[in-house]
């Protein structure tokens, strides 16, 4: 079995979770298992929760971490809907989400995350559910591909984007991501085709971000997880485009407001405590020799909470 991904900025990761003995870790994103396995190394006491929403990246990380035996158990599952069910059972001291997409996706999946392959469109972490990217581009208006183009990928051509891939749909079905990156090299303008990112970079990242449904997990795990995790435990996020860390930031920095009683209300309910610390007032990235190393660390954005309290009742 090839390990194709390097954990990002794991001696920060370490340092912001302090992991100790005893300790239950989840690691939301598990991938091929690179966080998980620094912690069951550092920590040698503590246990972890390994969860993905892919089962056959999964496959990859059980047996790498096998060796660690019963201190790990997988869960498969979307992290949102499994911290939304947690109930009673043990809580995590630490929590860690790697968001996005795994080098195994983009080079071994064979699901067309990449605009370079020969590989049916598809872009689904749990492929068995849910809308393909292949069923988005055919079947979506042009104003709907055009916004999700815009607001999930934050590409300027999306307009022209999405008209070339309506005219084109017309006349053959987009099948797979070689076809559609070369469409999407026709629509843009001459210019924008031989700049520092294929053209295809953007509008790939937005369909897979849409079809996976990213940007509404994120917002429900925040809240879910926080409230799963045990007082005093850690949460790191390490996010890797500006949508993203947006909303890790706008949470993180809520959680940490020392009042949170609306402006409606004249005098203060909440008890003015914050209900986390702010590990990272402003987020980590990688170092340079990190980025040298492992080039996709270079939009890595780490932020952390300490959580301080539960919410009570009545806020
Ligand atoms: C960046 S990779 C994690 C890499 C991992 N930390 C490592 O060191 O090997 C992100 C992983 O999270 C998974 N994932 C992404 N969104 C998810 C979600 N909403 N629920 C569960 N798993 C998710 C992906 O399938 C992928 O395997």
Not at 4 to 23: I, S, T
Not at 167 to 195: F, H, M, N, S
Request: net charge neutral; charged share 30%.
């Amino acid at each position: 079995m090839e390990i194709r991904h390097r954990p990002v900025m794991p001696e920060e990761v370490l340092a912001l979770a302090a992991v100790q003995n005893g300790d239950l870790v989840v690691d939301g994103t598990t991938g091929e298992g690179g966080h998980s396995e620094l912690f069951l190394e550092r920590a040698q006491g503590c246990h972890l929760v390994c969860l993905d929403a892919d089962l056959a990246i999964q496959a990859k990380a059980r047996a790498r971490l096998a060796p660690f035996g019963d201190r790990v158990k997988f869960v498969h599952g979307w992290f949102d809907e499994v911290f939304a069910g947690w109930g009673t059972g043990e809580r995590p001291q630490v929590v860690l989400l790697d968001l996005g997409i795994s080098v195994y996706h983009y080079e071994e999946s064979g699901r067309g995350f990449s605009f370079r392959g020969e590989e049916p469109l598809d872009m689904r972490l749990d492929p068995s559910a849910g809308e393909s990217a292949a069923d988005a581009v055919n079947s979506w208006s042009e104003e709907e591909l055009a916004r999700v183009i815009w607001t999930c990928g934050e590409e300027s051509f999306s307009r022209k984007i999405a008209r070339r891939l309506v005219e084109v749909r017309k006349g053959e079905r987009i099948e797979t991501a070689k076809q559609l990156a070369d469409r999407i090299w026709e629509a843009v303008p001459p210019a924008a085709r031989y700049g520092r990112l294929h053209p295809a970079t953007k509008t790939f990242q937005a369909l897979r971000i849409a079809v996976n449904g990213e940007l509404d997990r994120l917002e429900r795990v925040l809240d879910a997880a926080f409230r799963v995790l045990a007082p005093g435990g850690r949460f790191c996020v390490i996010t890797f485009h500006s949508l993203e860390d947006r909303a890790v930031k706008t949470f993180f920095r809520d959680k940490a407001k020392a009042c949170i009683c609306g402006p409606e209300i004249a005098r203060c309910r909440c008890g003015g405590k914050a209900m986390a610390e702010d590990l990272t007032r402003h987020p980590l990235t990688a170092q340079e020799a990190e980025v040298e190393l492992n080039p996709p660390s270079r939009s890595a954005k780490l932020r952390a909470v300490r959580k301080l309290r539960e919410r009570r009742e009545d806020e």
